[in-house]
């Protein structure tokens, strides 16, 4: 299994340096150079399996020979035995063709964490392997700090440092972050907003020197082995519909789209996934574009699900490649476009051929409350996010009735406890692994905006320079 980049200027590559890089050095995004196909007995064959299993033989399609079977089933087991419940990643029916594919299951409540927890387990082996040692910086606005630190805790050979704008996350997000009381975590609350933090985390990255001395990296959300660790759910909830017998549609409240491509990428290896729904708020460029094919950004603007709070969906450019019938040139160019004007041409078959597999509704606020009101009454607490992907399969419901609704239930309710109390009057308490968040200890600095003190406290961290 090989990789190729989107905009067709990097060497293709094998998984392991898919995953350290990250980013292609012509600043596209890794795809397979052939997608793996699952014939229907192979589907088959996954029936039953406990999850980490499944999941693992699914990436196997992936991994190429990064990781040996047993390799990659031991990391598999390991991430989700985390997870609180047995299934890893229910089905709960909702109503009569709906169904919540549940992933906040995990260790921070989001998503997410599939993703991360794998993906904080294969650094390690494959930096163990080559004697090497990272130091991870990012910022975070609230939920990918988190999933990042839980996934980075305790690796024997990175380190990992998060920048939150000071007062400016939610409580429970800050404390699932400073509560982490590992040696290799470091928090760092920087006076200013999230892209004071952002700004600071890009200064390093341009830092040449301080770069190379601390071995930084990211685990950003374009990297493909996160895409590949979403996978499996989606493979998980259509079996246990009737997969590859039933065919079913899937709705997915989207961001950065990381997580609608998994499901594309699950059909695009056979699953019958006749349709993909993208529920988005009120920063709803993707809706808007495949309404009327106008694709152009806007200033982000607050919504009740933050973590949607997005207007250029990196992992787009994906999909992209794809419909351009994986012509990198014109991908390129698309991109190049998109960022000198705020609007990203796209071809008028190919915006078609998306329409014809994605429906796109932005739900406002009001119609979150709203969605989360009528899931309450009929026994379902749901978050925000949650709540805008089954408003979004409501507004675009499969005209054949006997296809089942999975739509991704991407965080707990208790991780945004002020909206779902507002639509419900319900305040969802914490699950019993982290009752005691309240009470426990926090660690963490706090910095001005001001580069060298950052370096510093980087510096100071990173056991990288540790003799
Ligand atoms: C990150 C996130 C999303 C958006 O997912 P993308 O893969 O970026 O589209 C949706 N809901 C929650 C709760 C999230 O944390």
Redesign the pocket.
Known sequence: MRYISTRGGAAPRDFESVLLAGLAEDGGLFLPETWPLLLPEDWRALHGLPYPDMAARVIARFTGDTFTESELLAMCRDAYAGFTHPAVAPLVQLDERRFALEL?HGPTL???DFALQLLGRMFDAVLARRGERITIVGATSG??GS?AIEACRDRANLDIVILHPVGRTSEVQRRQMTTVLSPNVKNIAVHGDFDTCQDLVKAMFNDAPFRAEMNLSAVN?INWARIAA?IPYYVAAALALGAPEREVAVA???????????AWAARRMGLPITELVIGSNRNDILARWLASNDMSARPVEPSL?P??D?QV?S?FERLLFELLHRDPAATAAAMRAFRETGRMPVPDAAWRDATALFHGHAVSDEETVEEMRRLHAGGYLA?P??AAGTAASRAHPPADRAVPIIV?A??HPA?FPDAVEKATGMRPPLPPHMADLYGREERFSVLDNDLSAVEGAVRAHARRNAP
């Open positions: 906040f989001a998503f997410k939920d990918t999933a959300s979403q997915v409240p989207t961001g950065n789209f990381g997580n609608v491509f998994a699900s973590s949607m997005i969906s992992n978050d996010h949650t991704a991407t965080a991780k």
